[in-house]
Nanobody, 117 residues
Framework: QVQLVESGGGLVQPGGSLRLSCKTS????????MAWYRQAPGNRRELVAA???????DYADSVKGRFTISRDNAKSTLYLQMNSLKPEDTGVYSC???????????WGQGTQVTVSS
């Protein structure tokens, strides 16, 4: 059974930091491309950051220089370090695991991040 479980969300003031984690099980984590997405109320889900199984990394322009994505293959865990948070970073952050050549695509349930004073 495949599971992706996010944690680390919460309420933080503007300028603050949070570290999200996505613990996976049931997949060969090192073979998967991993990503963080977010969805704000009334908006479409958007890609925040991605890290391929090759360790290639990509960020949305809105988070470059503030967020850092990383992965620990030994722990089957994905991370997102978020610094200098802004109110517009508010949303539900979800973890995604993809293995396109095999048609595999999995999602976690998400963790709420609220940036507000």
């Amino acid at each position: 059974q495949v599971q992706l479980v996010e944690s680390g969300g919460g309420l933080v003031q503007p300028g603050g930091s949070l570290r999200l984690s996505c613990k996976t099980s049931g997949i060969l984590f090192s073979s998967y491309d991993m990503a963080w997405y977010r969805q704000a109320p009334g908006n479409r889900r958007e890609l925040v950051a991605a890290i391929a199984n090759t360790l290639d990394i990509d960020y949305a322009d809105s988070v470059k220089g503030r967020f850092t994505i990383s992965r620990d293959n030994a722990k089957s865990t994905l991370y997102l370090q978020m610094n200098s948070l802004k109110p517009e970073d508010t949303g539900v952050y979800s973890c995604n695991a993809a293995y396109p050549i095999r048609g595999k695509n999995y999602w976690g349930q998400g963790t709420q991040v609220t940036v507000s004073s």
